[in-house]
């Protein structure tokens, strides 16, 4: 009972972890899922490694490189 109790805590915080996500982050995301699924379409390595890192900057500026999960990506301002 009590693992269950932590894994409900757990799941509410995720979702409110999610109900913070902006549209621009959501608008990111799909841009840069977009340029991921054209990498592994692709048998040129080069276009994706490119492609790769072109979704990995989109991330990054959006400061979502993983979800969320860590604070590690924030943006930072040059």
């Known amino acids: 009972m009590k693992k269950f109790a932590i894994a ?3 799941l509410f915080a995720l979702t409110g972890v999610a109900a ?3 549209k621009a ?3 990111a995301e799909v841009q840069a899922d977009s340029l991921e699924a054209q990498a ?3 048998s040129n390595e080069a276009a994706e490694t490119a492609l790769n890192k072109k979704a990995d900057i989109i991330e990054q ?3 979502n490189a993983d979800g969320g999960a860590t604070t590690q990506n924030t943006p930072t301002t040059k």
């Open 8 to 10: 409900a805590v757990a």
């Open 40 to 42: 592994a379409a692709t």
């Open 61 to 63: 500026q959006a400061g």
């Open 20 to 22: 913070c996500e902006s």
């Open 25 to 27: 982050d959501k608008a």
